[in-house]
């Protein structure tokens, strides 16, 4: 009776054995599939931006597409192809319809888009803003530059280019928010800190080339003494500075414009343009998606109660480049 | 006859030794494990087969899907080349250098600012496109996302050599590797696929530019990474070179030569790689001349099949135990009785015939333990039937013991008169008495049941001499014994009882002298002797009554009878015959009878024949007997 136990021990053992052997190796395809922080291919993220074919889009972009790559997801890239505010709605609706994993939205109006944006939360759908905020809006949290504090370091930029004095102008588009905030902190920061200086005139150069050429010509015609100029975006810069070649004065004004496209840095490398403002457009489509992530995988359940899933507001930095740091900036 | 049957028992293999237990378990374990365990092969071997099959078409299928879409993304590029090249700004610009100066560079700046705000309108539409390029023959160009690294002439570009080879036709030149174009968006040469179109005049087929379009390789990867292939399988995507269009991240293998591939424009292929079997399955899209290759590791079978043998295995293990449990319960509950049963009968071989089967099993177990105790109950019966008769043998020998004891006293007493007569002269009480005397001696002869015929012959000597001087010339007597019998041991005092009877009842009743003959001989294998005497013999109703008391002595042996004690129903009939005996006058030939049953069977014993007025004949059958010790010694 002995033998039999013997069998029975030894069948057994050898079929613990097998099951030990067949977890371990399920357990090793868990791990091969699930190796670091990876989601399936097929969660697809979004990104929606207005104006969709403009350069500075597309460090955002492929910072959302390294994060896709990092993660294992795919990613799709939409938005209004101009500056519309109904398109991009149109355009959020659709891809809320189709249920992607996340969305990551530039706001095109701070107010206008926040009820599509709250139906995509209500749906379930993870949202988060970069670049620009919706600051009334359900979305879990807000990645973009600081602009009123960028506003305020082109001041002190400007300040340090004029030796604190003279009449500067702002070169802007009033109707989007964080051109606004950048105009103000630049106007307040000029209003307090540096009695001798003077803001003598904000014009709308539409973001584009060609309008903001023509306000800094209309600058250049009405203040002969301008010592500088401010413009809050890269296409506005290039206008301004072909305005200011054009004008062939011997004391040209500073210009201080804004991001860092090729054209801009060009121009900050044969000095047309004195300083330029980088922002962290890779770090906004990077953190975005890894937000996006982490919301959908419920990576922060140990966190603390009452505590947002994610920050809720991040500053993804400004940088000065000027001649001395441009080749920094240059595609290798 | 030995031999064959041992060598019988040796062909049918030792299996037949083998314990009842272990022969059943052997039986149990074949009929429940041996074909599960052959189920479980059947299944496992042919869903692989199955799998395996579907696993290769659909990957094909899906390597086709992929292909597909793979060949849209090229068409949509190359509609793009057309779609840039359509455009009068772009036709513009590549036309400059032939007419220097007839455009004022701000009307060339703003033809440049135009086509950019055009190209824009590709990457808003298509975000799969990295950026895009259009160099004309001077080399300058037009890029929103790509510059020149240097001021060298992109013209001397291998990129743009290709493509001038190439005559307007739209070509995938690969991974960006090691030209003078940079994207200003950062991405790196194994991040993007160019495609290059030259664009020509129609008329001078003159090349007047090239336009160079980057593909995001994230939308090739996505479609392919899109596709899982069993457990750790992929999909690769080689160009017309053999170059790597894409691989995840941690492939088998870095490169894959493609003369493993090139032979069909689709198949499958295995090669051994880095110390294991690799699969490839691939197929070739004609339009971008990409090859899209499934690879396995073959060793690694698919998830499914783990799954499905997991649950063969489970299931064979479960049958395992459950066949051995149940194999071995019934082994047990089959074995151990009969096992039992075997320890009773060893027991019972052993001398306890006390021994019982207890059990209320009614299956054939139960039967046999039943017929166990019936067939011990008998054996019981029949001992002490044994041990009966005997008691009974011994009673009747010692009865005739007993009536030699007296006569022993006689017998020296009879010595003293033979020598007081011889003294006396008187010679007729002198032999009389030493033939007495002689009959005494031979009747009692130490004890011995068997006694050599001659001292039987003497016996019945002294007897019919004294009965001879008793009747004087009444009574005759011949014994006739053959010499070759002499030596026969026979049982003792057979003969005497006869011829008494003989003389009492036949001679003595009759009228003048009579004869008494005795004759011994053998006869076929017996020992035959005949006592005859011409007395006055028997009516028919007295010799039937001694031919049934004779039977009667021989039937209450035969059967022992059933119901009744057979003890019992023998004394009775043998005190009933014996009674019968002393009212007639069989007593003595009953004994003699009896004796002869007991001693040598129902073969052997007395028979009569008789004829009123004329005599009797009386024949004892016995048994050759040689040597009397022989006989002594099993009868003791």
New interface residues.
Partial sequence: MKKIWIVYLLLIGFFLLYVLDYRSQSQLNEQWKTAGLRGEIDEKYVMVTFQMGIDYWKSSLKGFEDAAQALNVSVEYRGSTQRDIHEQITVLEQIIAKRPAGIAISAIHPVDLTETINKAVDAGIPVVLFDSDAPGSKAYSFLGTNNYSSGVRAAQKMAELTNESGQVAVVTTPNQQNHQERTDGFLATIQRDYPEMKVVAVKNGKGDQIYSRQSAEEILQDYPDIAGIFATEANGGIGVAEAVRENGRDQRPKIISFDTDKGTLDLVKNGDISATMAQGTWNMGYWSLQFLFSLGHDRNTAQIAGMPPVPEQVDTGITVVTRHNVDDYYAK | MRNNFKSAGIRHLSFNNLPIRYKLIIHFLLISILPSIGLGFLIHWTVDRVLDRQVTNNTLQLIGKVNESLETYVENLQNMTFLVAFNPDVQRFLESDRELGSLQESAQEEDH?DIRKFL??????H?EVAGIMIVNSDGKYIS??M?ARTESDLTRESWYQEAVRNKGIFKIVGHPNERNV??????KNSEVVSAVRAILDPDTQQVKGVVLIDL?L?VI??TA??VRLG??GYLTVIDSNGELIYAPSDPYIEHIPLEWLNKDSSGTHSHQADGRKLQFIYRVSPFTNWTTVGVFATEDSI?EI?EIR?YV??FV?VV??LG?TAS?YLAHSISRPIGQLMSFMQKAQSGDLTIRYWGDRSDEIGLLGRRFNEMLLQINRLISLTERQEQQKREAELSSLQAHIKPHFLYNTLDTIHWVARRKGAVDIAEMAESLSKLFRIGLSKGNVIIPLSDEIEHIRSYLQIQHVRYQNKLDYVLMVDPAVQELSVLKLILQPIVENAIYHGIKERRGPGLIEVEAKEQGSNLVMTIRDNGKGMTEEQLSKLHRALEQVVSSEAEPGAGRSPREDWANQTAGAVRRGQETKGYGILNVQARLRLTFGDKYGLSLASTLGEGTVVTVTHPLIRDEYNLNGVDR
């Avoid at chain 2, 824009?120 to 539409?125: K, P, S, Y």
């Fill in positions: 600012y824009q309108g590709f990457t808003t539409l975000s929103n996302e510059y940079t994207n200003h968006v950062n991405y995001k994230r990867a996505e990474q899109d457990k750790t998830l783990r997991f295995v489970s293990f395992c135990l051995m071995f």
